[in-house]
């Protein structure tokens, strides 16, 4: 098995408290269908005031980073035998019922970094 991230793009249009409530309604049921596979590792929400560096002259974005009226709201590591496993599992993720994107990304630890 290998770790992968999925780094969860999420709309960035006003999301009604009806959306909200049902897109947590619906990690409580993958979430915890994960453990109980031993495919899930972690999830992270990610704060929506941010800054990206860019380039060799470290140019500055600073607020709420969007790209496309999406911005990544998240990432969620689990456990997969393969790319095509960890695709077929972020399917299930509940921020593509919204219009969202899901990217899907195995997991390296950097060599030299005691991260094994």
Sequence with gaps: MKEYVLILHMRT???TVEELNNLRKKWGAVIPAWRKQG????????????????????SIETGAIERDGLMVGGTVNIMAASLEAAVELAKACPPLDLGGRVEVRELQPRPGTNNN
């Design 13 to 15: 249009s006003l999301q």
């Design 39 to 58: 495919i899930y590792v972690s999830s992270n929400i990610l704060f929506q005031k941010g800054a990206v560096l860019s380039g060799i002259e470290r």
